[in-house]
């Protein structure tokens, strides 16, 4: 073998959370991998997603719980400070330590399954890194993740257009933000901020809200958390420059007068696209879409006609770090399988917003029912709850979503207290094929949350 080729059966492009279990499927299945990596590793969950996320929500939440204690007749001799260096600095601490367990486990993987080098493709299972070395591959996954989108509008700013990447690194909390776009990121950044006295803007060129679709939930919703983002729906960015060290933005909502004000930072949450420029992918017999994107198969996750593999966020299906884990297993069997490959069973789906109120999706939602006329709505009004009453919690709407016919459960959506566990127990309920009233013969504890679970199953039964 000429030294500067390196073969192996499947070479995995990406080593984040989609590529690492793809990885882990191949060594099982007895076959040479070649995890390969362009960029630092940790996976993006860890390093500036899901984990570093949390932990500037968590330390919002503590500051608005304290805020809110007088409720229970606790009285704070002061308001509280937030104090940003701090709060940074913890950000940034455990976030590394997240990135650490990561990279020990990389690092434990025998060399001649790792490649820590950009790579381009120069024609069908042939990659080749920047000095010249050339890899040889029977089957490829792509794995490679998304990069965020700076639209051409915000380059006059400079360094103060921002990704949520960039939030995680930041040395202390700026006095102002101003974050474009409401869905998940949006929400989840704007309200931690606002929550950590930064002054926060949240502009949506619609009236959607977190991708809720349930008129009802979103509405809800926004009635809940728009006041402290100071939510701006239907507004349209008019004028964007940069004046000293402060951008300054104006906007109209339909085609209404111009609004301008000036902020620190402008935090461009409105979306990501597939890391898939680099690799040159035309020069391969791939068939491509429209944006230069593989066509392949949701179920299988195969391109077509091809024995390459897509897995995670670079399908621009779901932004979801355990979806993309099970997309890299679905892969690396697949891959490792290949020419016999196979549909491989799905997970119920499962969506969740680290908001407070918390926001969650099960089985797709609203948006996901064949017809709306066919399917019962059961409904819990949280704020006639026992136990979220207790807890100073009682806001939200939980709808649960039951198809006529037999009663089959088919998902729900909610805003309310504790909805990531509401998420998880009706997620299991749908992928176990639960029709409503074997829900209903389940225990329910009192007085708990889950009870408001129970309400709004009844409901749907009437």
Known sequence: MNQHTIDCDVAIIGAGSAGLPAYREVLKAGLKPLLIEGGPHGTMCARVGCMPSKLLIAAAQSAADMRHADGFGIRLDAPPRVDGVAVMERVRRERDRFVGFVVDDVEAMPPEHRLDAPVEFLRDGVLQTIDDREVRAERIILATGTRPNVPELYRPLGNLAIVNDDVFDWHDLPRSVLVVGSGVIGVELGLALARLSVRVRVLN??????????PQVRATAVDLLAPELSLVQHAQVTSVRREGDQAVVGWSVDGGPETVERFDYVLLTAGRDPALETLHLERTTMPLDERGRPRFDPATLQVHGQPVFLAGDVTGRHAIQHEASDDGRRAGRNAAAWPDVQALPRRAPLAIVFSDPQIMQVGGGYA????????????VDWARQGRSRVMQRNQGLLHVYMRKSDQRFLGAEMIGPDAEHVGHLLAWALQMALTVPDMLKLPFYHPTIEEGIRTALRDATR
């Open 205 to 214: 060129r619609s009236g959607s809200f977190a991708h809720l679709a349930d």
């Open 368 to 379: 996901a029912l064949d017809d709306p006329d066919a399917t019962a709505i059961g409904a």
